[in-house]
Protein backbone atom coordinates (compact mmCIF):
# COMPACT_ATOMS: atom_id res chain seq x y z
CA UNK A 1 0.00 0.00 0.00
CA UNK A 2 1.00 3.56 -0.49
CA UNK A 3 2.31 6.04 2.02
CA UNK A 4 2.99 9.52 2.71
CA UNK A 5 5.70 10.14 5.52
CA UNK A 6 6.20 13.97 6.62
CA UNK A 7 8.74 13.76 9.63
CA UNK A 8 8.51 17.13 10.92
CA UNK A 9 5.38 17.89 12.51
CA UNK A 10 6.68 21.35 13.22
CA UNK A 11 8.99 23.72 11.60
CA UNK A 12 9.83 27.67 12.27
CA UNK A 13 11.35 30.21 9.80
CA UNK A 14 12.45 33.83 10.30
CA UNK A 15 10.69 36.33 7.43
CA UNK A 16 12.12 36.42 4.88
CA UNK A 17 14.22 33.31 4.76
CA UNK A 18 13.88 30.20 3.08
CA UNK A 19 12.79 26.95 4.99
CA UNK A 20 12.24 23.26 3.21
CA UNK A 21 9.69 20.78 4.23
CA UNK A 22 10.42 16.57 3.86
CA UNK A 23 8.40 14.68 2.40
CA UNK A 24 8.83 10.65 1.40
CA UNK A 25 6.52 8.10 0.13
CA UNK A 26 6.31 4.84 -0.71
CA UNK A 27 4.89 2.75 -3.79
CA UNK A 28 5.92 0.54 -6.30
CA UNK A 29 4.08 2.54 -9.14
CA UNK A 30 6.17 3.78 -11.73
CA UNK A 31 3.42 6.54 -12.67
CA UNK A 32 1.87 8.94 -10.22
CA UNK A 33 1.45 12.38 -8.65
CA UNK A 34 2.42 14.23 -5.93
CA UNK A 35 0.58 17.81 -4.02
CA UNK A 36 1.87 19.98 -1.84
CA UNK A 37 -1.15 21.35 0.05
CA UNK A 38 -1.35 24.47 2.82
CA UNK A 39 -4.14 24.60 5.50
CA UNK A 40 -4.26 27.68 7.03
CA UNK A 41 -5.95 28.25 10.20
CA UNK A 42 -9.52 29.04 8.08
CA UNK A 43 -9.16 24.82 7.50
CA UNK A 44 -9.13 25.86 3.60
CA UNK A 45 -7.53 23.17 1.79
CA UNK A 46 -5.00 24.98 -0.71
CA UNK A 47 -3.21 23.59 -3.81
CA UNK A 48 0.82 24.69 -3.41
CA UNK A 49 2.08 22.72 -6.44
CA UNK A 50 1.70 19.38 -8.54
CA UNK A 51 4.64 17.26 -9.61
CA UNK A 52 4.52 14.47 -12.30
CA UNK A 53 6.71 11.56 -11.60
CA UNK A 54 7.34 11.12 -15.28
CA UNK A 55 8.91 14.70 -15.03
CA UNK A 56 12.60 15.16 -14.33
CA UNK A 57 12.04 18.59 -13.87
CA UNK A 58 11.27 20.22 -10.61
CA UNK A 59 7.73 22.28 -10.06
CA UNK A 60 7.94 25.79 -9.39
CA UNK A 61 5.27 28.07 -8.72
CA UNK A 62 6.60 31.60 -7.68
CA UNK A 63 8.27 31.36 -4.30
CA UNK A 64 7.23 27.87 -4.03
CA UNK A 65 9.48 24.95 -5.92
CA UNK A 66 10.11 21.40 -5.26
CA UNK A 67 13.11 19.06 -5.02
CA UNK A 68 11.95 15.92 -6.34
CA UNK A 69 13.87 12.61 -5.71
CA UNK A 70 12.22 9.42 -7.57
CA UNK A 71 14.86 7.00 -6.86
CA UNK A 72 14.52 7.95 -3.12
CA UNK A 73 11.09 8.41 -3.45
CA UNK A 74 11.61 12.14 -1.63
CA UNK A 75 9.64 15.08 -2.75
CA UNK A 76 10.37 17.91 -0.55
CA UNK A 77 9.09 21.43 -0.63
CA UNK A 78 11.52 24.93 -0.87
CA UNK A 79 9.70 28.09 0.14
CA UNK A 80 11.88 31.15 -0.39
CA UNK A 81 11.22 34.66 0.63
CA UNK A 82 9.07 33.56 3.50
CA UNK A 83 5.78 35.92 4.46
CA UNK A 84 3.64 35.79 7.13
CA UNK A 85 0.81 34.79 5.22
CA UNK A 86 2.83 31.07 4.76
CA UNK A 87 2.50 30.39 8.16
CA UNK A 88 -0.33 27.13 8.00
CA UNK A 89 0.01 23.19 7.89
CA UNK A 90 1.49 22.17 5.05
CA UNK A 91 0.70 18.35 3.52
CA UNK A 92 1.94 16.25 0.70
CA UNK A 93 -0.05 14.34 -1.20
CA UNK A 94 0.59 11.00 -3.41
CA UNK A 95 -1.98 10.18 -6.15
CA UNK A 96 -1.54 7.02 -8.28
CA UNK A 97 -2.08 7.52 -12.06
CA UNK A 98 -5.58 7.83 -13.29
CA UNK A 99 -6.44 7.59 -10.09
CA UNK A 100 -9.08 9.18 -7.70
CA UNK A 101 -7.88 8.87 -4.70
CA UNK A 102 -5.03 11.18 -2.40
CA UNK A 103 -3.21 9.78 0.09
CA UNK A 104 -2.27 12.45 2.51
CA UNK A 105 1.22 12.90 5.07
CA UNK A 106 0.35 13.53 8.59
CA UNK A 107 1.34 17.41 8.10
CA UNK A 108 4.20 19.45 9.11
CA UNK A 109 3.02 23.28 11.19
CA UNK A 110 4.78 26.05 9.48
CA UNK A 111 5.78 28.93 11.89
CA UNK A 112 6.42 32.45 10.61
CA UNK A 113 8.50 34.60 12.89
CA UNK A 114 8.53 38.24 12.04
CA UNK B 1 -17.58 32.29 -6.35
CA UNK B 2 -18.79 29.95 -3.89
CA UNK B 3 -16.74 26.81 -5.19
CA UNK B 4 -17.87 24.23 -2.53
CA UNK B 5 -20.14 24.73 -0.15
CA UNK B 6 -20.50 22.25 3.07
CA UNK B 7 -23.37 22.68 5.72
CA UNK B 8 -23.43 23.14 8.75
CA UNK B 9 -20.03 23.99 9.46
CA UNK B 10 -20.56 23.12 13.00
CA UNK B 11 -22.78 20.08 14.34
CA UNK B 12 -22.87 18.80 17.84
CA UNK B 13 -24.70 15.04 17.92
CA UNK B 14 -24.93 12.73 20.78
CA UNK B 15 -24.15 8.98 19.95
CA UNK B 16 -26.94 7.01 18.09
CA UNK B 17 -28.24 10.22 15.92
CA UNK B 18 -28.25 10.08 12.28
CA UNK B 19 -27.04 12.96 10.49
CA UNK B 20 -26.61 14.21 6.82
CA UNK B 21 -23.63 16.43 5.46
CA UNK B 22 -24.15 18.05 2.51
CA UNK B 23 -21.88 19.47 -0.20
CA UNK B 24 -22.58 20.96 -3.16
CA UNK B 25 -20.21 22.41 -5.69
CA UNK B 26 -21.41 25.43 -8.82
CA UNK B 27 -17.41 24.62 -10.93
CA UNK B 28 -19.43 21.73 -12.86
CA UNK B 29 -17.14 19.80 -11.89
CA UNK B 30 -17.51 15.73 -12.58
CA UNK B 31 -16.07 14.29 -9.31
CA UNK B 32 -16.65 14.70 -5.29
CA UNK B 33 -15.05 13.32 -2.65
CA UNK B 34 -15.35 13.37 0.80
CA UNK B 35 -12.42 13.07 3.61
CA UNK B 36 -12.15 13.77 7.50
CA UNK B 37 -9.67 14.95 9.15
CA UNK B 38 -7.89 13.82 12.86
CA UNK B 39 -6.09 15.71 15.17
CA UNK B 40 -2.27 14.94 13.74
CA UNK B 41 -3.30 13.29 10.70
CA UNK B 42 -4.17 14.55 7.17
CA UNK B 43 -6.80 13.95 5.20
CA UNK B 44 -8.58 10.58 4.56
CA UNK B 45 -10.76 9.88 1.87
CA UNK B 46 -14.26 8.32 3.05
CA UNK B 47 -16.02 8.42 -0.41
CA UNK B 48 -15.71 9.43 -3.51
CA UNK B 49 -18.15 9.81 -6.53
CA UNK B 50 -16.07 9.89 -10.22
CA UNK B 51 -19.33 11.04 -11.91
CA UNK B 52 -23.10 11.64 -11.54
CA UNK B 53 -24.27 8.21 -10.66
CA UNK B 54 -21.06 6.54 -9.04
CA UNK B 55 -19.92 5.73 -5.93
CA UNK B 56 -16.77 4.20 -4.87
CA UNK B 57 -15.93 3.41 -1.34
CA UNK B 58 -12.53 5.06 -0.61
CA UNK B 59 -10.04 4.47 2.82
CA UNK B 60 -12.13 4.46 5.94
CA UNK B 61 -15.87 3.95 4.33
CA UNK B 62 -17.10 1.61 7.77
CA UNK B 63 -20.30 3.64 9.39
CA UNK B 64 -21.18 6.27 6.28
CA UNK B 65 -23.29 6.14 3.69
CA UNK B 66 -23.26 8.84 0.47
CA UNK B 67 -25.81 10.14 -1.77
CA UNK B 68 -24.68 11.48 -5.28
CA UNK B 69 -28.04 13.32 -5.64
CA UNK B 70 -27.11 15.61 -8.90
CA UNK B 71 -23.99 16.65 -10.51
CA UNK B 72 -23.95 19.28 -7.87
CA UNK B 73 -24.46 17.66 -4.77
CA UNK B 74 -22.62 14.92 -2.52
CA UNK B 75 -23.91 14.21 0.71
CA UNK B 76 -22.71 11.92 3.80
CA UNK B 77 -24.85 10.27 6.17
CA UNK B 78 -24.51 9.23 9.50
CA UNK B 79 -27.10 6.34 9.88
CA UNK B 80 -25.83 6.43 13.70
CA UNK B 81 -23.34 8.60 15.22
CA UNK B 82 -20.75 7.03 17.23
CA UNK B 83 -18.03 9.02 19.39
CA UNK B 84 -15.16 7.54 17.00
CA UNK B 85 -16.44 9.68 14.08
CA UNK B 86 -16.04 13.03 15.43
CA UNK B 87 -13.51 14.81 13.48
CA UNK B 88 -13.49 17.24 10.36
CA UNK B 89 -15.47 16.45 7.60
CA UNK B 90 -13.80 18.21 4.08
CA UNK B 91 -16.14 17.71 0.62
CA UNK B 92 -13.72 17.96 -2.22
CA UNK B 93 -14.68 18.24 -6.49
CA UNK B 94 -12.16 18.08 -9.27
CA UNK B 95 -13.15 18.18 -12.89
CA UNK B 96 -11.65 14.72 -13.73
CA UNK B 97 -9.07 12.38 -12.54
CA UNK B 98 -7.09 14.33 -9.84
CA UNK B 99 -3.69 13.69 -12.21
CA UNK B 100 -4.84 16.21 -14.73
CA UNK B 101 -7.17 18.78 -12.57
CA UNK B 102 -6.89 19.68 -8.97
CA UNK B 103 -9.08 19.24 -6.23
CA UNK B 104 -11.25 21.97 -4.85
CA UNK B 105 -12.22 21.50 -1.04
CA UNK B 106 -14.77 23.28 1.27
CA UNK B 107 -14.42 25.03 4.25
CA UNK B 108 -15.08 21.27 6.58
CA UNK B 109 -17.86 20.63 8.45
CA UNK B 110 -16.45 19.91 12.54
CA UNK B 111 -18.69 16.81 14.16
CA UNK B 112 -18.41 16.36 17.10
CA UNK B 113 -20.24 13.39 18.90
CA UNK B 114 -20.82 12.94 22.52
Known amino acids: AQTVTQSQPEMSVQEAETVTLSCTYD???????LFWYKQPPSRQMILVIR??????QNATENRFSVNFQKAAKSFSLKISDSQLGDAAMYFCAYEMDSSYKLIFGSGTRLLVRP | NAGVTQTPKFQVLKTGQSMTLQCAQD?????MYWYRQDPGMGLRLIYYSASEGTTDKGEVPNGYNVSRLNKREFSLRLESAAPSQTSVYFC?????????????FGDGTRLSIL
Open chain 1, 51 to 56: QEAYKQ
Open chain 2, 27 to 31: MNHNS
Open chain 2, 92 to 104: ASSSGVLSNQPQH
Open chain 1, 27 to 33: TSESDYY
